[in-house]
């Protein structure tokens, strides 16, 4: 079998670069585009799925995990004596400014509870033991806020709301939706740095739940117990605080743009390049209808060569997705890259090449095969 | 027996307003093993007989019969098929594929007319051993002079055993000596294959190699 459609693409090998680069870049501009948002996504829930709580307590309507708001810390006494409930503790989430060793303030989010390790957080510790945060002036800081906060070591003093902190851990992959650094410390702590607010208040409640206990039951009876505050399970609640800011912020949309953008430009160029590249080739395809061709043998030969470039295209685009990762990573973006947005991207580069590629088509199905009698 | 028929075939065109008559009732035959040339100046409507006669193009009346069986002019979508089962170009400017290889040319032909696979390439070999272009068959329709295109396009015309071969000017754009041998080598494919071979041409060699020549005169054939 003579496969007319490939010979003819790889005989211009420069229009060939062309149409595979505009590919290419459109798959990688989506790639991109969509893991740094996925993993933008990720630090809006990452608390959420890495703590080791079942159910959580929120104030009502409360939006995502960063924006939160209080109610009274006694509610957790309601929880812990619902049946199918194993352990409850509060959890403030708090944003505090800090007072940095330059004279600049920098806003920090505190995760602050009775006992870290209960509920396996934080989950990546680098240096130091979180069971060393209770009643004590210290404080965990994440890796990622030395962006933010300068360059800090275990031992170091920071300024929290005029309260003098130690350091005496660190902790890794600990981020925000909002970019805002994360710092661990203790509960009291954290209420004595904001009396005004969280003076016996707190603004989660997390339980984990008894082994065989009926999730949705104990939630119910919980909601039961707590009339004026929301009851989520763990994936209810990872969920909510992601798509708040995909709903309520511009970060959809434009991650929706982007993504338009790029199949747009893919589209046009592969349609471009499709297109004049029929056009050279007119008398060709006219060959084949006058030794018997019909319309499908070319449109099978169109479409041959919209697949191998979306193929191709797909490949190098990947290939520039994934080595830009790295780069992404150096500037504190996190790049996410499911296999899932893999199969789409080469899904949706093989159904925009061959949509790019009827346009050719419409071209050439009229053709009269005489027009190979003419010079 | 003849393996193609032309009966009284008309085709009009439509000019605007006037119409332009440009067969006036053709009637022809050619049989296979035969060397046919049809000879007229520009406007006299032997392409457009040529058309017809090739499947390219349905008459405004009359009747053509290819290979016993009649061409219906109201079923344009039969045509495709028409050319496939019984027609061989050799065109004057060649209209090889220049990507393919010579034997790519000849094989892409019998891969329309539905050869496929190890038979294809045989048959395109041996397509290229008639027309003496076995040694050649590796190289790029591209890199090819002139004389050797037309020979890969007359071995692509009678891919898949078409009975009837069309020639348009197949010497116009070769040089003097090599149409002769262009001409022999239909004459030899005409008798050694049992063709129909149909020559439109002005070149005079035509004649002499010819079992018949037609003159086609204002869409009439004389004589």
Redesign the interface.
């Known amino acids: 079998m003579v496969h007319l459609a490939t010979k003819i693409l790889l005989d211009d090998k420069t229009r060939f670069l062309t149409t595979v680069s505009g590919v290419g870049f459109s798959v990688m501009l989506v790639i991109v585009q969509v893991g740094i948002f996925l993993g933008m996504l990720e630090n809006a829930s990452i608390a959420i799925e890495r703590l080791d709580a079942d159910i959580w307590v929120t104030a009502r309507n409360t939006p995502n995990i960063d924006f939160a708001n209080t109610f009274p810390e006694l509610y957790i006494q309601r929880v812990r004596s619902a049946p199918g409930v194993l352990r409850a503790d509060n959890l403030i989430v708090w944003f505090v400014p800090v007072a940095l060793p330059s004279g600049a303030k920098e806003a920090t989010i505190v995760y602050a509870m009775e006992d870290f390790p209960r509920w396996r957080f934080p989950w990546n510790i680098a240096e130091g033991d979180p069971q060393d945060l209770r009643r004590g002036r210290y404080v965990f800081i994440d890796d990622s806020a030395e962006k933010r906060f300068g360059r800090f070591a275990v031992g170091e003093y920071r300024e929290f709301l005029g309260l003098r902190l130690k350091i005496i851990g660190r902790t890794r992959e600990a981020r925000s939706f909002t970019t805002n650094p994360i710092a661990f410390l203790d509960y009291r702590v954290a209420q004595a740095l904001a009396p005004l607010d969280l003076h016996n208040r707190t603004t989660y409640i997390l339980v984990k739940l008894a082994p065989g206990a009926d999730q949705e039951a104990v939630r119910t009876e919980i909601q039961r117990r707590l009339p004026h505050n929301d009851v989520r399970t763990k994936a209810e609640w990872a969920a909510r605080s992601r798509n708040y800011w995909i709903e309520n912020t511009g970060l959809g949309l434009s991650m929706y743009m982007t993504v338009f953008l790029g199949c747009l430009v893919g589209v046009v160029v592969v349609a471009q390049t499709s297109y004049t590249a029929t056009m050279d080739h007119f008398k060709e395809f006219a060959i084949v209808k006058a030794i018997g061709g019909n319309n499908a043998d070319i449109y099978r030969i169109i479409a041959e060569q919209a697949t191998i470039a979306a193929v191709v295209g797909f490949l190098v685009g990947t290939a520039l997705a994934y080595a830009v990762r790295p780069l992404m990573a150096r500037m504190d973006l996190k790049m996410i890259i499911p296999e899932e947005l893999i199969i789409d991207a080469f899904l949706g580069a093989l159904a925009l090449c061959l949509a790019a590629s009827l346009i050719s088509f419409r071209k050439i199905a009229g053709l009269d095969p005489a027009v190979v009698f003419r010079s | 027996m003849a393996v193609l028929e032309a009966h009284d075939v008309t085709k009009d065109f439509r000019e605007g307003r006037e119409v332009v008559s440009v067969l006036k009732g053709v009637s022809l035959a050619v049989e296979r093993g035969e060397v046919v040339g049809l000879e007229g100046p520009s406007g006299s409507g032997k392409?457009t007989l040529?058309?017809i006669l090739g499947g390219?193009?349905t008459p405004s009346s009359g009747r053509v019969i290819i290979e016993g069986e009649e061409v219906d002019p109201s079923r344009t979508d039969q045509l495709?098929?028409v050319?496939?089962?019984s027609?061989?170009?050799a065109?004057?400017?060649f209209?090889l594929?220049?990507?393919?290889t010579a034997a790519?040319n000849v094989?892409?032909?019998l891969?329309?007319?539905g050869v496929?696979?190890p038979a294809?390439r045989r048959e395109a070999e041996r397509l290229l051993e008639v027309v003496d272009m076995a040694d050649r068959r590796r190289l790029r329709s591209r890199h090819l002079s002139g004389g050797q295109k037309q020979r890969v396009a007359i071995a692509?015309a009678l891919?898949?055993q078409a009975a009837i071969i069309l020639a348009?000017e197949p010497t116009a754009s070769i040089d003097s000596q090599l149409g002769s041998q262009i001409l022999d080598l239909f004459v030899r494919l005409a008798r050694d294959e049992n063709r129909a071979v149909l020559i439109v041409s002005h070149d005079t060699k035509v004649r002499a190699i010819a079992d018949r020549n037609i003159q086609i005169r204002d869409g009439c054939l004389l004589g």
């Open positions: 392409t040529l058309f390219l193009l495709p098929d050319r496939k089962r027609i061989g170009f065109f004057q400017h209209n594929f220049p990507a393919l790519e094989e892409y032909a891969n329309i007319k496929r696979g294809a692509r891919a898949g348009d």
